[in-house]
């Protein structure tokens, strides 16, 4: 029983070093991204780009790092998208107003539907893009302030007939 036991240890101890390379193997190169934004680097957008960037790098352990070029430093503000296109930059943030054309489903939230704040044309954005369907909201048209949200033309159709 002994001499079992004393052969398994020594198979164990000899296969260790095996299954220690066996494992993934860690890149060698440090993959380097660029961000290009329109926004100059003192705007909350490109702040928060910064601490975007920061943050990869830190959950990458290094491995991920994307250099930020803030006010139209890298492509101009309505040259974006077509950077990020072209290969001029890997990452953009850009404004659909600038891009005309190109994204007619989502121009619908760029008409002037008379957001009451930036905050409720974000939100409206977001959520129109999230859920694949247009969202609608019912607007006092002098004082801006939301009525109803509706969630169907059936809905909307009931409230505009009060």
């Known amino acids: 029983m002994k001499k079992l036991l004393y052969m398994v240890l020594v198979i164990t101890l000899l296969t260790f070093p095996f299954f220690g390379s066996c494992g993934e193997e860690e890149p060698t190169e440090v993959i380097e991204l660029t961000y290009s934004n329109f926004f100059p680097p003192s705007h909350l957008h ?4 910064d601490q975007f960037c920061q943050e990869i790098e ?10 930020h070029y803030p006010g139209g430093s890298l492509t101009p503000a309505a040259g974006v998208y077509d950077g990020v ?38 939100k409206v954005a977001n959520d129109y893009y999230i859920l694949g369907i247009p969202v609608m909201i019912l607007l006092n048209a002098k004082t801006k302030e939301i009525i109803a949200l509706p969630e169907s033309a059936e809905q909307l159709d009931k409230l505009i007939s009060l």
Do not use: C, Q
């Not at 830190?58 to 250099?67: A, L």
């Open 46 to 49: 490109s702040v928060l780009v």
């Open 58 to 67: 830190e959950r990458t352990d290094g491995w991920v790092k994307i250099t």
């Open 85 to 122: 296109v072209e290969g001029i930059s890997d990452i953009g943030m850009s404004v659909l107003a600038y891009n005309m054309g190109r994204f007619p489903t989502t121009e619908l939230v760029d008409l002037p539907h008379g957001y009451p704040s930036g905050w409720v044309a974000s």
